[in-house]
């Protein structure tokens, strides 16, 4: 037995509780694949150690000192039409950290910010994003506070797309005033393919309506910003 | 030690194999997590057993014996757009053997039967599958001759999407004539979501052409069958 098994179970009950699941003996073998009596053993010793605390339903929690021992990395965004770009987000993202977390941008925010709507509902975007195999757990965002996924999540580093709009200063400024000083904001290189979900939109479009002369493509091609 | 640890590393050379990689103890000790000698260990056995062969280059093959511990299941498609639909037929895919391949559409029989070029590359589309987390490995079809990819993989179920237009016999008839003939094939049912590519692609064009009148719409979503 390695140090990687603890680190598992404690990536494991960090991750239930971003998705509501209860860490019980039970779900974390069946998550893990490892055996009750394993997984029994592995949770006994992060108790002794003072990294897991039991409630009284016999249910696991990470403590301040259990939380520590993983770093995670959180990453946005509205992910509509997955692309190569995206995994190379996702994948840049999971080297930094044990966990990788992504915030989903809500239908309405989305409809606010880039005045159209998704292609795909938030609820398809997060299943989606959550199959990706470097993602750990896909979540939908606050509709109104981004601060909230902040006190969810605990991120120890926030990666941000090359081509995002946030300035990183601005953001770092937030999230400190409210006890995030020593967060990471990290912005990642562009991707070699470039490609942007807008792109694939206007590729989408140029391979279903070849009737249209390229002028009209042209004003076809203009996108709300 | 369970017999899981096995199957893994049994699993991880038929992958290796389908992908070009050399399986040696460094590549399956780091694409398994686990640590060299235990790697060693497991390898000693399933020699022993007959279930893996070594070359004189040291890499590590599978036996006809250490093959037929694990079930293969094969899908294919174009998957230009990954959408829940898709989602749903890797899982379901998935829980039918302990592998699943993933072959696609080369471009360009893309654009022989379909009639339209994929938005995405195949060697986009091929990474972005590769990334789903129920597939273990997703790799790009031949151009001629469907029999060369049941030769690589040698699966023991084919699974057919729900609007796949193969007819189940037909295709069975075929693979049965070359030697096939204890491939199961099985069609899977429709996601409730009904999604489609084609369903993503109208949606993606009545979100960004607003301007068009319905009439016109209805013109523009006709697509080639």
Chains 1, 2 share one sequence.
Do not use: C, W
Request: net charge negative; no cysteine.
């Amino acid at each position: 037995m390695t140090g990687i098994e603890y680190k598992l179970v404690i990536k494991q009950i960090y991750i239930n509780s971003l998705k509501g699941i209860k860490s019980s003996l039970t779900s974390i073998s069946r998550q893990l694949g490892f055996s009750l009596e394993f997984v029994s053993t592995l949770i006994e010793s992060l108790v002794e150690k003072g990294s897991v605390e039991v409630d009284p339903d016999n249910k696991y929690h990470l403590t301040v000192v259990g939380r520590k021992l993983i770093s995670v990395v959180l990453t946005g965004g509205t992910f509509d039409i997955l692309h190569v770009g995206h995994l190379f987000t996702f994948n840049q993202s999971k080297l930094l950290g044990d966990v990788l977390v992504v915030v989903l941008a809500t239908d309405r925010n989305v409809e606010k910010l880039k005045k159209h709507t998704p292609t795909n509902s938030q609820e398809d975007r997060v299943e989606l994003v959550d199959h990706v195999k470097a993602v750990d757990a896909a979540i939908i965002g606050d509709e109104d506070d981004f601060m909230k996924i902040m006190d969810l999540v605990q991120p120890d580093i926030i990666t941000v797309g090359f081509d995002q709009k946030h300035d990183e200063r601005d953001l770092y400024n937030t999230i400190s005033s409210k006890g995030y000083s020593h967060v990471k904001i990290i912005r990642l290189q562009k991707h070699v393919s470039g490609k942007s979900t807008s792109k694939i939109v206007q590729e989408i479009i140029k391979h279903n309506y070849r009737q249209f002369d390229d002028d009209n493509l042209e004003t076809l091609l203009k996108f709300p910003d």
